[in-house]
């Protein structure tokens, strides 16, 4: 298991469209353990796999109270089937742009298809945090980051912010 480092904008890396995992193997699940070591580490509730300049359609969350058991959960491949009508506005923060928060509308709920752990293939309705968390998501693996709804000005202050973060250390 390792820590692996997380990119943060504006590395143009962020903006990968993603390729769909072809195997399943132990190979792949090793990433998988590492991107959610990383991402109880930092902490974050979820990690795509291009957070760590791995360019796959892989995805980890853990949306488990602090006080809960540790719940992980890996999306390989998601696909979303279906979206509500219905938004819901979340204050998001991402880990690839550290101590910013924006509100962002989603839909409320999704369909998704994607394959589990031991690549079997899986169908579920997400609602609440999890819905919100796994757009979140879906989008990093399609190259967008939540700074990308805001506004060019709300945008650029973030990535400034990040910058001068990243440097400081
Ligand atoms: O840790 C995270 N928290 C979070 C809060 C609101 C909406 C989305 C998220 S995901 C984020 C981790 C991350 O950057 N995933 O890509
Ligand atoms: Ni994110």
């Known amino acids: 298991m390792a820590i692996l480092p997380i990119i943060t904008v504006p590395d143009p890396i962020l903006k990968t469209v993603s390729a769909p995992v072809e195997v399943v193997d132990d190979d792949l699940r090793a990433l998988m353990d590492d991107m959610l070591e990383t991402m109880y580490a930092a902490p974050g509730i979820g990690l795509a796999a291009i957070q760590v300049g791995k360019p796959l359609r892989l995805l980890v969350m853990d949306l488990a109270e602090e006080d809960a058991d540790p719940d992980p959960q890996y999306y390989i491949n998601p696909q979303i089937t279906w979206t509500s009508d219905e938004l819901t506005t979340y204050n998001e923060g991402c880990l690839s742009v550290p ?3 924006a509100d962002i509308d989603r839909p409320s709920e999704c369909k998704l298809t994607y394959l589990d752990y031991d690549g079997k293939e899986q169908a579920l309705h997400a609602t609440g945090l999890f819905a919100t968390c796994i757009q979140h998501e ?6 967008i980051v939540f700074i990308d709804y805001l506004s060019t000005l709300k945008k650029n202050m973030a990535v400034r912010k990040v910058k001068k973060l990243v440097k400081e250390g």
Do not use: K, R, S
């Open 138 to 143: 879906m989008d990093h693996l399609n190259g």
């Open 99 to 101: 101590e910013q928060y």
